[in-house]
């Protein structure tokens, strides 16, 4: 069965950072791109990030370009958001997923979803 689980979220001032962990079980997860996804109150779901295989190709929504880097550690089975000069528009439910390796972006199709983590950016 496969697993995908989120951690990291919280609360934090404008400005501020945090750090998202994805870790996912049951899948052979090398084969696998991997994105974050994000829905805000009353919005649509939106990817942000997303990472090839290997690392080497990453991806980002205009939105968080500059200011949030997704890696990997595909020894540990584990996919990472780094965020910093976090904004109140950035305050949402922070989704990974594990998606199609051969059409890698952050529009690539989702095979699997994580549960969510939420993040508030207070002003």
């Known amino acids: 069965q496969v697993q995908v689980v989120e951690s990291g979220g919280g609360l934090v001032q404008a400005g501020g950072s945090l750090r998202l962990s994805c870790t996912a079980s049951?899948?052979?997860?090398?084969?696998?791109?991997m994105g974050w996804f994000r829905q805000a109150p009353g919005k649509e779901r939106e990817g942000i990030s997303s990472?090839?295989?290997?690392?080497?190709?990453?991806h980002y929504a205009d939105s968080v370009k500059g200011r949030f880097t997704i890696s990997r550690d595909n020894a540990k089975k584990a996919v990472y958001l780094q965020m910093d000069s976090l904004k109140p528009e950035d305050t949402a439910m922070y989704y990974c997923?594990?998606?199609?390796?051969?059409?890698?972006?952050?529009?690539?199709?989702?095979?699997?979803w994580g549960q969510g983590t939420q993040v508030t950016v207070s002003s």
């Open positions: 997923a594990a998606q199609s390796q051969s059409l890698c972006s952050i529009t690539a199709p989702v095979e699997f």
């Open positions: 049951g899948l052979t997860f090398d084969a696998y791109c």
């Open positions: 990472i090839s295989w290997s690392g080497l190709n990453t």
